[in-house]
Nanobody, 115 residues
Framework: QLQLVESGGGSVQAGGSLRLSCSAS????????IHWHRQAPGKEREQVAI????????YVADSVKGRFTISRDNAQNTVSLQMNSLKPEDSGVYYC????????WGQGTQVTVSS
């Protein structure tokens, strides 16, 4: 079964950048539609970005449009989320996942943006 592991989180100041990676193991990530969600304390889980299996179609939430870019390298079995111009409200735990028979998510990576 395809398993996902997120990495690349950390602490940055507002205006900074981070690049999150979602690495797959156990199976090929190819053809899977991959989602990035985030969860901040006291807030509802928010969908951030989605990418189609071939990478041709992407979606980013309005709250991050123009600042975040989702991409994938199926040969490397990874999906990336490039986050620029980070704001304090971008802080939270970021998860990548896919929908098979049920949702499968990684363990998450913490992003903290200070003002």
């Amino acid at each position: 079964q395809l398993q996902l592991v997120e990495s690349g989180g950390g602490s940055v100041q507002a205006g900074g950048s981070l690049r999150l990676s979602c690495s797959a193991s156990g199976s090929s990530i190819g053809i899977k539609v991959i989602h990035w969600h985030r969860q901040a304390p006291g807030k509802e889980r928010e969908q951030v970005a989605i990418i189609s299996g071939d990478g041709d179609d992407t979606y980013v939430a309005d709250s991050v449009k123009g600042r975040f870019t989702i991409s994938r390298d199926n040969a490397q079995n990874t999906v990336s989320l490039q986050m620029n111009s980070l704001k304090p409200e971008d802080s939270g735990v970021y998860y990548c996942g896919y929908l098979g028979r049920s949702w499968t998510w990684g363990q998450g990576t913490q992003v903290t943006v200070s003002s």
